[in-house]
């Protein structure tokens, strides 16, 4: 973020000197004024309207999800119709998702007839599909086609549009089977057929999920992907920078929920809406606590009796929570990139929890001995490396084990795995830990 940038623009909002500032926004691109409408405590809707509708059209599309939840539904009719004309229709179909059923169809109502068939026909498909993704600026050449008869195709497109469109290529019973990438429209003679300029075109169903789009994405080298519907007749394209910024939402969605924070979250959001977006996973997480702090209120008499146990009890925990967040990582994201087939489960679960075992092994020694080092009897030494050995099994174990649990629930592994995972090496860990020390030390 231009920090520069942001405290001008605040200063100029403060003294209201609105005409200033539309003309010092538009000194910068359309990256640098979404960023000081996503960080700016006030005003958004203000400083959006002061732009021209051309430049309204390219930085609502680089807005965060808070700033078009808050400017676009509380803009007029008028100026949303006159921006969409500037965007393409896919991005339009996006924009108008944030908008109520009836001042949709007015504003559709408004825009050319030919742009609001294309973006009613998108709206269609749900948003979060390969069809609520595709981009319709595209032409269907025929395999038998000559390049001049693709060529006057292409000119008659952009002289409607003012698109260059992409170029695919179907079969005569129009099934989709390649596509001709501008660069062999360039370099190739006249005469050359269709056939010959096109490569191959991956094609996805329309109903298919973004996820899974953006999973087809790691083994294909073409630039788009075609979507089809039923019969395999091509419906649209999704073009791969459309793609890779869907899985940038997705990874920063996961991110934010791992964390049980709510995706595009920003820093400049009130208190009260970081409380109202917190506060239930802090909830969970105190009760979770209050359940290993009652593990420990057991062994009350033990800690009365050897106080230096308090000292140890934290790196049990740590490590714990450590090794278990290791193992809950690696399966998360196996799950969520489809990396670990599920007939997998139960020998990826060993694995970790043996894993874990041998790294508390190595860890719970290198603890004993700095213990002995420094002067605790040896027996505790003895009970703090057997616990890092439980612990870190059990953290490998449960850290494996609760995603797979959750993802046969539908529920997300990302959003709650940590919770419960931490719980469960928390009371585990204090309890062998306390019980060892109870046996072997009094």
Wanted: aromatic share 8%; net charge negative; hydrophobic share 50%.
């Amino acid at each position: 973020m231009n920090n520069k940038l942001l405290s001008k623009v605040q200063h100029l909002i403060d003294k209201e000197e609105y005409g200033q500032i539309k003309h010092f926004l538009l000194k910068h691109d359309f990256h640098e004024i979404a960023d000081v409408i996503d960080h700016l405590e006030n005003s958004q809707q203000r400083l959006f309207t002061l732009l021209p509708p051309e430049i309204q059209a390219e930085v609502v599309l680089r807005l965060n999800e808070n700033s078009k939840q808050e400017i676009l539904p509380g803009l007029s009719m008028y100026v949303i119709a006159r921006f969409l004309h500037f965007n393409d229709e896919d991005d339009a179909t996006d924009i108008l998702q944030y908008l109520d059923a009836e001042k949709r169809t007015k504003i559709l109502e408004r825009l050319k007839n030919d742009k609001r068939k294309k973006i009613e026909k998108l709206l269609t498909f749900d948003k979060e599909t390969a069809g609520g993704l595709m981009d319709l600026d595209f032409i269907i050449v025929k395999d038998t086609y000559t390049m001049k008869e693709i060529a006057e195709k292409v000119q008659t497109h952009i002289a409607n549009t003012q698109r260059v469109p992409f170029v695919a290529l179907t079969d005569e019973k129009g099934k989709a089977i390649g596509y001709i990438p501008h660069r062999n429209l360039i370099l190739n003679r006249p005469r050359s057929s269709a056939r010959q300029l096109a490569i191959e075109l991956p094609i996805i169903k329309h109903h298919v999920d973004q996820e899974k789009l953006v999973e087809h994405m790691k083994d294909m080298k073409s630039e788009a992907i075609g979507v089809v519907d039923d019969d395999e007749t091509i419906l649209g394209i999704v073009h791969v920078k459309d793609i890779i910024r869907i899985a940038q939402a997705e990874a920063t969605e996961d991110i934010y929920s791992f964390a049980g924070v709510e995706k595009e979250e920003a820093p400049t959001d009130g208190v009260f809406t970081k409380v109202q977006r917190r506060y239930q996973w802090l909830i969970i997480n105190l009760a979770t606590a209050f359940l290993a702090a009652s593990v420990v209120g057991l062994f009350e008499n033990t800690i009365e009796r050897l106080s230096l146990l308090a000292v140890y009890m934290p790196i049990v925990a740590g490590e714990g929570g450590n090794a278990a967040t290791q193992a809950l990582a690696v399966v998360v994201r196996g799950l969520a990139i489809e990396e670990i087939p599920w007939s997998q489960a139960k020998k990826i679960i060993m694995k970790e929890a043996f894993a874990g075992m041998i790294n508390g092994v190595i860890v719970g020694s290198i603890a004993a001995l700095t213990a002995y080092i420094f002067h605790a009897p040896i027996m505790l030494g003895v009970v703090l490396g057997i616990s890092m050995v439980v612990n870190l099994f059990i953290a490998g174990f449960f850290g494996a084990l609760v995603p797979f649990t959750l993802k046969a629930l539908k529920i997300d592994p990302a959003v709650a795995s940590s919770i419960f995972v931490t719980t469960a090496t928390d009371i585990i860990g204090f309890f062998v830990f306390l019980g060892l020390a109870t046996i072997l030390l009094l």
